[in-house]
């Protein structure tokens, strides 16, 4: 399904679609990110986007960018030193090639084991996945940039980034 139909869908078909979502989560594969779990993590990283699910990214990539967060993006995203060692210890714990693992091994793919990648949306394997989304869609008023995960995929808070 596109995702335009999908940000139409009624609620009815929403249910519909949660238990589709669930079974397939079950079974296992590339569309399930655990959501940040830890409130303090989810409070400081996503206020400005979506809580970005940890095993999206290699741990070395989370390392990167809390060590500049001052240049975040063009955003000081800059944090207390107790809170950043706090966060920082999450997302690397959690991450793609550390614990979420399971869940991150398929959207790490194609990354070399020297490169700390900051964008979730220039991943081989994102940009792989996302290549027949049109060009008007990404310009669309409701979506307007990559990072804007929730706008195709409804249950992103959730970790579901199904396709239909
Ligand atoms: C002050 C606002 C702000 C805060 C706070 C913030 N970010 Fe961001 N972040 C941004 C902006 C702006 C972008 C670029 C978004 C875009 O390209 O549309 C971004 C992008 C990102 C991306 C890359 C998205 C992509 O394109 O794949 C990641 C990952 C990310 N942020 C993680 C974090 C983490 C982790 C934290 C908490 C430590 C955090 N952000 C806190 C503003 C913020
Ligand atoms: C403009 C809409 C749009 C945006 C924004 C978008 N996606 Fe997607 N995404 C899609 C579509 C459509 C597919 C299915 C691609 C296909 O099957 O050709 C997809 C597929 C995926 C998949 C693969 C799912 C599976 O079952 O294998 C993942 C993972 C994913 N997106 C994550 C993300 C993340 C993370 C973000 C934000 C950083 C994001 N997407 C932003 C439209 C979008």
Redesign the pocket.
Known sequence: MKPRTRMLVPAACALVFAGLVLARAQAGGSHYFPPVADPV?KE??????L??A?S??PAR??ER??AT?GE??????T?EPAV?AR??KY?VDNAGDAGGRRYGEKLLRGVPGTAAP??????PA?VREHRKVPDWEWRHKDV?????CAACHPDAERGYYYDE
Do not use: K, Q, Y
Not at 118 to 123: A, V
């Open positions: 993590v400081e990283c996503g206020s400005c986007h809580a970005f940890p999206m990214l990539s989370w960018m809390m967060l975040h993006f063009g955003d000081d995203a944090v950043a966060i920082a997302l900051l964008r979730i949306t220039e991943l994102w307007r940039t990559r990072a804007n």
